[in-house]
């Protein structure tokens, strides 16, 4: 499929995206009984309607390529008629599994997928990251492709806008970038080259998300909408409507709670606590070497965001 055929013929990935935590039974198993009730809490209790399925907020990396395929199939099972999209993330060390994963995930009907870089042999220039990027989707040609910025847990630092330079040449299913980044010039310039071919750059850094939407990104992949897509929403209307010190306001709320989950220390396993505080939902442990978080810490920030929420 041509990239002007892709484009026209898919639904461009906008608005709030859940980056989904994975259900762990007690013992570390993949609980995906779990998963239903889940998609039920996002749309119900939170208006979010996408998901991101597989990557850092769901310990895509520290699961088996099996575990990865049970769980994106048990997304889209179960989100089929109800979520908008779900995007999986195949990104691996191994271009062969990525490719394994991409092929699953075509077959059980995803949205979209995303790539990650590789992060122990790490690509010497955006040319290589490219390749990578492209012998993935091969793999799943008629797939919506997106890069997954995130230099932060990669250590990749090349800029995201060099990766995308010429990629539609090479991948034709390429349609935008997730941004995890806090590099505001290199995200503009994503912006500028994403909105020339109608993709989609899609903001990672949940508590600056006001700064991204100035610079004209079209949505936002985030671990806190599982819990706050509400508010979130409500800032995105707001910023809509070009009512400023309404989504400035809301804004700088959202960053006094992360502040304060900041300070008591805040990962990724005390962040799926926190959502099984908030939600109801029993998303058990972490897995190695990720720890368990003390339960009095996740009830303490769950408290901060349950305040937020009845604020509003």
């Keep these: 499929m041509k990239e002007e055929e892709m484009s026209r013929s898919v639904k461009k990935l906008t608005g709030l995206v859940a980056a989904t935590f994975t259900p762990l039974t007690a013992e570390g198993e993949i609980n995906l009984s779990v998963i239903g009730p889940y998609i039920d809490y996002l749309i119900e209790k939170q208006n979010v309607k996408s998901v991101f399925v597989n990557g850092t907020t769901g310990e895509g990396c520290s699961l088996t390529v099996d575990e990865r395929k ?6 889209c099972q179960h989100g ?3 979520l908008e ?7 691996c060390m191994s271009i062969k599994d990525s490719q394994e994963l991409a092929r699953h995930a075509a077959s059980i009907g995803a949205d979209g997928i995303a790539v990650i870089s590789p992060s122990f042999f790490k690509p010497i220039n955006a040319d290589a990251l490219r390749l990578f990027i492209k012998e993935v989707s091969t793999s799943a040609p008629d797939v919506p492709m997106y890069y997954y910025h995130i230099p932060g847990m990669t250590g990749v630092e090349l800029e995201a806008a060099d990766v995308l330079n010429g990629i539609e040449q090479m991948i034709p299913s390429f349609q935008g970038v ?3 980044g806090t590099d505001l010039r290199d995200l503009g310039q994503c912006v500028c080259y994403c909105q020339s071919h109608n993709w989609s ?11 991204a939407l100035v610079l004209g990104v079209h949505g936002a992949v985030g671990s806190t909408y599982n819990y706050l897509g509400l508010i979130v929403n409500q800032m995105l209307s707001a910023f809509d409507k070009s009512n400023h010190m309404q989504s400035r306001a809301l804004q700088l709320e959202f960053m006094e709670v992360i502040t304060f989950a900041k300070n008591l220390g805040f990962d990724v396993g005390v962040n799926k606590q926190v959502m099984s505080e908030v939600s109801g939902l029993v998303l058990g442990p972490p897995r190695l070497p990720l720890l368990p978080c003390p339960v009095s810490k996740a009830q303490a920030i769950a408290q901060k965001i349950k305040d937020f929420s009845q604020r509003h």
């Design 70 to 75: 049970q769980i994106a199939a048990a997304w």
């Design 80 to 82: 089929k008629g109800k």
């Design 85 to 91: 999209q779900v995007v999986v993330h195949v990104g």
């Design 178 to 180: 997730k941004y995890s």
């Design 201 to 211: 750059v899609l903001f990672g850094v949940d508590e600056q998300l006001l700064g």
